[in-house]
């Protein structure tokens, strides 16, 4: 770690472990709303508001332009955080994300996928499942290749301790693709990407995962029923999940609150019997994930994002 020396802003009465690993959550995330996102550090929604704006104070976080005094504030990391991470953490500079503006941001889509990111994380705490790895759009666009169609939501790859705790053994991994919808995109699209993802998991050309599962978060039950039908259609009901997403917030995200698709498309009034942690146990014996590179980040940051 740099000596405080390196960073004359940070108040030495605060906790430096806390604060870099806020600032590390805030680079991973790009955007960071403090309603979605401030319940992993903190319980009161009064010190999730004040303590970000200290940050701020001292150079750490910026805010961006608010329209109305109403709007909540978003951070994100400044340029000398960034830097500063990077030698802090040891992470990869590509990792933490610094956006220029919100200019083209869909808000919805964005929060609606920060607030999954940190369910995971806060889920995963304390559990025998464990995040090893949640990669972005941003990030897997530029690892697209010609050969893979299809650029999902988010990449998330989970990871489940030896049931007998023994040290030595290699956990069991699985991948999961995320697709956010946020109720206006047409069945066809979604049919077409079905398309893609059965092509591309056939080749193993999937962002370098041999396996994987698609988890479609969806607004509403009736929405998730309609996308199951047509994800039945073109063939990918084998390897699809559905659930609403405001069931997988708030650290949830590990609760029963999944359906198969070939099962939400046959009764739409059945509930939902399965969970990241279940589907994976049912299918780790033949599921197999190839880690796209290590992430140096998660060793150096206690309770670190993945």
């Not at 000596?3 to 870099?20: G, K, Y």
């Not at 929405?223 to 708030?250: D, H, K, P, W």
């Not at 994976?280 to 670190?304: F, I, M, N, Q």
Request: glycine share 8%; with cysteine; hydrophobic share 40%.
């Amino acid at each position: 770690m740099t000596t405080n020396a390196a960073w004359p802003f940070l108040d030495p009465r605060m906790d430096r472990e806390r604060v870099v690993r806020i600032c590390y959550m805030v680079g991973r995330l790009g955007y960071f709303w403090c309603d979605d996102c401030g319940f992993i550090f903190w319980k009161q929604r009064n010190t999730a508001r004040q303590y970000p704006a200290q940050l701020v104070k001292r150079g750490l976080l910026e805010t961006f332009p608010r329209q109305s005094p109403a709007d909540p504030h978003v951070y994100r990391v400044s340029e000398r955080t960034r830097e500063w991470l990077v030698n802090e953490v040891g992470c990869d500079p590509n990792e933490l994300w610094r956006p220029a503006s919100m200019k083209h941001l869909n808000v919805p889509a964005a929060r609606g996928m920060c607030r999954f990111w940190c369910s995971l994380m806060a889920a995963c705490k304390g559990s025998r499942i464990r995040l090893h790895r949640f990669l972005p759009e941003r990030q897997l666009r530029r690892m697209k290749s010609a050969t893979c169609p299809i650029v999902p939501d988010a990449l998330l790859v989970l990871e489940v301790e030896a049931p007998d705790g023994k040290q030595g053994r290699s956990a069991a991994q699985a991948a999961w693709f995320v697709e956010q919808d946020n109720g206006t995109e047409r069945l066809k699209v979604w049919a077409e990407k079905i398309r893609g993802y059965r092509s591309s998991l056939r080749s193993g050309h999937l962002y370098g995962m041999r396996d994987g599962r698609l988890l479609v978060l969806a607004p509403s039950r009736k929405r998730a029923a309609n996308i199951s039908r047509t994800v039945v259609a073109a063939g990918g009901g084998q390897f699809t999940f559905a659930a609403v997403a405001s069931t997988l917030e708030g650290g949830c995200a590990l609760a029963s609150v999944l359906w198969r698709a070939p099962t939400l498309a046959a009764d739409e009034g059945t509930e939902p019997s399965d969970s990241l942690l279940s589907a994976h146990e049912s299918l780790s014996r033949s599921l197999s994930a190839t880690p796209v590179r290590p992430d140096r980040g998660c060793k150096h940051v206690s309770g670190g994002i993945s």
